[in-house]
């Protein structure tokens, strides 16, 4: 793993790993294969990818991946791919990984979290020369994920990563957190593509058809 992470996610990933749930499951192979097509309608999957999120939720002004810039600001809002600054509110962009059950990795989310100033600031200057360390810090999580409620906060921890890659975020409780300790289930992996606007349901269950002779 390229991120620090707590004991209680290392040993899910553990347990999910060793779950039979994906060995006789046709589907798995064909969602990781690049070649695959659902032989009704041509539909390819991706195969295992992040669900990113552009910007945090409160962020009014606009998507900046469209702009093909690498800056948005507006008075004193500023969003780039990895921070973000809403009035007095500050963010940094991060991964929330998801074991699957019977996989021996893990599926991200891209979200963004809601830090302290002061840890903010923090983190922004250990990515920068002479690279001091940022040990972490208490978060909440600032992108609603599917089947999370969008009303109620998602507390999180926030831990470092290698140099160059984003820092993780661990739930506290809730239904993420159970996720994250749990796993998820190729089914609820397809609902959280669906939602995404990639849905594969349904086009997953059969072989491909045969090429004509």
Not at 152 to 162: Q, S
Not at 169 to 181: K, S, T, V, W
Request: charge should be negative; proline fraction near 11%.
């Amino acid at each position: 793993m390229a991120f620090n992470a707590p004991q209680w996610f290392s040993d899910a990933l553990t347990t999910a790993c060793a779950d039979p749930a994906l060995d006789h499951d046709a589907r798995w192979p064909r969602f990781l294969d690049p070649e695959y097509r659902c032989p009704c309608c041509g539909i390819a999957s991706p195969g295992l990818i992040d669900m990113a999120f552009d910007h945090p939720d409160v962020w009014p002004h606009g998507s900046l991946g469209p702009t093909g810039e690498p800056i948005m600001e507006v008075g004193i809002d500023r969003l780039t791919t990895d921070l973000c600054r809403v009035k007095e509110a500050h963010f940094v962009r991060c991964i929330l990984p998801v074991p699957i059950r019977g996989h021996d990795g893990y599926f991200c989310f891209g979200p963004w979290a809601l830090l302290a100033r002061e840890h903010f600031e923090d983190y922004a200057r250990s990515t920068m020369e002479p690279y001091p360390p940022f040990e972490g810090c208490e978060a909440v999580l600032a992108n609603t994920l599917p089947g999370a409620n969008p009303r109620e906060p998602v507390p999180c921890l926030l831990t470092t990563a290698e140099l160059g890659s984003r820092p993780a975020l661990f739930a506290h409780g809730g239904p993420i957190r159970q996720a994250q300790e749990q796993g998820i289930t190729l089914d609820t992996l397809l609902d959280i593509y669906a939602a995404a606007g990639t849905d594969l349901r349904g086009h997953l269950d059969a072989d491909p058809a045969p090429e004509a002779g």
